[in-house]
Nanobody
Framework: QVQLVESGGGSVLPGSSLRLSCTAS????????MAWFRQASGKEREFVGV???????YYSPSFQGRFTISRDRAQKSIYLQMRGLQPDDTAVHFC???????????????????WGQGTQVTVSS
């Protein structure tokens, strides 16, 4: 069983940047891709972006250019660098991971077997 732990959330002012981290447990070598999702209060969980074992990166068009995902060389941690945060970025941000080789439906949360507990990001003046 893979466990994911997010960190780095907090309360920031509009226009700020924030970097989230997600670290996988010892079985991280089985993971093919790791992704970030977020869920605002009263809304559905939405896909932010994903990074594969080979380094391939895909973002939701909603975040392309403003958010950046990276993965460490040990393939155990991923990061979400967020810039220009606004109040509507307030949400719980989740790390997710999958062992599936197929990338079909990679934007769908149903394609991810492992989830972290989430970290809250609050943007407010």
């Amino acid at each position: 069983q893979v466990q994911l732990v997010e960190s780095g959330g907090g309360s920031v002012l509009p226009g700020s940047s924030l970097r989230l981290s997600c670290t996988a447990s010892e079985r991280a070598f089985t993971l093919d891709r790791m992704a970030w999702f977020r869920q605002a209060s009263g809304k559905e969980r939405e896909f932010v972006g994903v990074v594969g074992r080979s380094g391939n990166l895909y973002y939701s068009p909603s975040f392309q250019g403003r958010f950046t995902i990276s993965r460490d060389r040990a393939q155990k941690s991923i990061y979400l660098q967020m810039r220009g945060l606004q109040p509507d970025d307030t949400a719980v941000h989740f790390c997710a991971a999958s062992e599936e080789m197929s990338w079909t439906g990679y934007q769908s949360q149903e394609r991810y077997s492992y989830w972290g507990q989430g970290t809250q990001v609050t943007v407010s003046s």
